[in-house]
């Protein structure tokens, strides 16, 4: 049971993972399993896709944003993390919007579209947690024992957390994620987000499950703190295949700050009611225009499944 455990985990800092496993497991031992064929989008097999959605907690501006956006995929007893930059420029309905500020903006829909035409992957599920939960669970833990490949700045006081490996409070794992204080912003972040993912996973799967209970007690009782449009069925269906995954079959894909494919600079951008001058980034053929992108995703999904274990 710990090995499935631990497998889930992976993804639970940037998802609602923790919430549906341990909601599922706390409230029913039954288990009902029920056969499902998903639409496929560009890539012609049978798959399972998610978009996880991470937000602040809190009244602030821009409290809505999701700042971690990144889309699970399954293929072929594979798991892959696809990233999706939060400043992604996107067009809607003749304006142009950044991608992390859909979900605020009650564009649910329109942000599911998105991201299937950027990944090429027909995506129509998500998850979303906020801060308080990740920050609450880790700290509930004791703490998140992690390997800093990137120096970590705060770009107000400059404080830095240098390479090395740290166990950190909810707080401080909250900073690490949320730093974008490089050269290339939040390619990086993207990067230290993967990082931290796989930390919990190696941590929960040492802790005993009455612990791991006590904490879903915590987390079923925080409602207000993720949301999610998958059904129970879906649940239970995602948990058994994931469950069945080894951990070395979980990769990470990453596109890169590459000139060749992205144009990125500050333009007027649509929030609220009117329009806003803002960083953002975008295709370098123009805004939507995914399909080098779709390539770069598709090659190297197969690059990976191709590979011997």
Do not use: C
């Not at 600079?265 to 980034?281: K, M, P, R, T, V």
Request: charged letters at 25%.
């Amino acid at each position: 049971m710990k090995k499935t455990f631990g497998i889930l985990i992976l993804f639970i800092l940037i998802s609602l993972f923790l919430v549906l496993l341990f909601s599922f497991i706390y409230a029913d031992k039954k288990i009902l399993f029920v056969k499902e064929n998903l639409e496929n989008f560009l890539i012609p097999q049978e798959t399972k896709s998610i978009l996880f959605l991470g937000k602040m907690s809190g009244n602030h501006y821009g409290q809505g944003n999701t700042d971690a956006i990144f889309l699970l995929y399954l293929k072929d007893n594979h798991i892959f993390v696809i990233h999706i930059p939060r400043d992604l420029i996107v067009e809607i309905d003749g304006k142009f919007y950044k991608i992390n500020s859909l979900y605020g903006l009650g564009k649910k829909e329109e942000l599911l579209k998105e991201v299937t035409n950027f990944s090429g992957i027909k995506t129509n599920k998500y998850i979303l947690i906020d801060s308080y939960l990740m920050r609450s669970v880790i700290d509930q833990l004791g703490g998140l024992k992690i390997k800093l490949i990137y120096p970590v700045t705060d770009a107000v006081s400059g404080y830095t957390l240098k390479p090395g490996t740290y166990t950190l409070s909810g707080e401080w794992v909250e900073f690490v994620a949320r730093s974008r204080y490089y050269p290339d912003g939040d390619f990086t972040r993207m990067k230290n987000q993967f990082i931290i993912m796989k930390s919990l996973k190696e941590q929960l799967m040492k802790e005993p499950l009455e612990k791991l209970l006590k904490i879903a007690a915590f987390v079923i009782n925080s409602k207000n703190h993720y949301e999610t449009n998958l059904s129970l069925d879906e649940i239970v269906k995602l948990i058994k295949k994931i469950s069945k995954i080894p951990s070395n079959n979980i990769h990470e894909i990453h596109i890169g700050y590459d000139k060749n494919i992205w144009q990125d600079g500050n333009y007027e951008i649509f929030f609220g009611s009117q329009n806003y001058l803002a960083y953002g980034l975008f295709p370098k053929n123009g805004v939507g225009e995914y399909t080098k992108i779709r390539e770069i995703i598709r090659e190297k999904i197969k690059e990976k499944i191709a590979q011997k274990p």
